[in-house]
T-cell receptor, first 113, second 114 residues
Framework: GNSVTQMEGPVTLSEEAFLTINCTYT??????LFWYVQYPGEGLQLLLK?????DKGSNKGFEATYRKETTSFHLEKGSVQVSDSAVYFC????????????FGQGTRLTINP | NAGVTQTPKFRILKIGQSMTLQCTQD?????MYWYRQDPGMGLKLIYY???????DKGEVPNGYNVSRSTTEDFPLRLELAAPSQTSVYFC?????????????FGSGTRLTVV
């Protein structure tokens, strides 16, 4: 079945550092890929998405490129801020039937000033 | 723009008690979902629905029941609460179609079973 594997956390960085959170997936066909962010005490919010190979999703300075050859969708940001501290989830959907999302385990990111 | 509304936000149950977690969306989304989030485990799908009167089991349905009598509402029922059901529960909705853009999530219900 479909699955998503994220890099283990927690990740702690200093402000203005470069961020990479790795995400790889296993799926049949051509899934859509997503990154969600969860701020403390809140629900998940869609951060960015990509629907086909070589697509780049971007939002709020974050980027991720759909790499079919390596089955990866790594999240990057060039200069992180304290306000980026949150839990980040990679997810996929094969868009079949009920469009169910399969999530990775989440990566907790803490940015220190 | 209420989006997806979940109630209550917090609840403590004793073992064997029952409760219903409420979920309402005002976006006319056909698809709705219930997930549970355990620490370090990501989100696991409990039940989902593709429209009023249609529900189906997800990955971890045991101990739960759902109903979907209207497009707007998708309550989750716990009949005999167990400590293993201590978790954070999220309801979500989406609109079907070729331009699927992911889910809209509620803010969650934190449930503790003691």
């Amino acid at each position: 079945g479909n699955s998503v594997t994220q890099m283990e956390g927690p990740v702690t960085l200093s402000e203005e550092a470069f961020l990479t959170i790795n995400c790889t997936y296993t799926a049949t066909g051509y899934p859509s890929l997503f990154w969600y962010v969860q701020y403390p005490g809140e629900g998940l919010q869609l951060l960015l998405k990509a629907t086909k190979a070589d697509d780049k999703g971007s939002n709020k300075g974050f980027e991720a490129t759909y790499r079919k050859e390596t089955t990866s969708f790594h999240l990057e940001k060039g200069s992180v801020q304290v306000s980026d501290s949150a839990v980040y989830f990679c997810a996929l959907s094969d868009l079949q039937g009920a469009q169910k999302l399969v999530f990775g385990q989440g990566t907790r990111l803490t940015i220190n000033p | 723009n209420a989006g997806v509304t979940q109630t209550p936000k917090f609840r403590i149950l004793k073992i064997g008690q029952s409760m219903t977690l409420q979920c309402t969306q005002d976006m006319n989304h056909n698809y709705m979902y219930w997930y549970r989030q355990d620490p370090g485990m990501g989100l696991k799908l409990i039940y989902y629905s593709v429209g009023a009167g249609i529900t189906d089991k997800g990955e971890v349905p045991n101990g739960y029941n759902v109903s979907r009598s209207t497009t707007e509402d998708f309550p989750l029922r716990l009949e005999l609460a167990a400590p293993s059901q201590t978790s954070v529960y999220f309801c979500a909705s989406s609109y079907p179609g070729t331009e699927f853009s992911g889910y809209t999530f509620g803010s969650g219900t934190r449930l503790t079973v003691v």
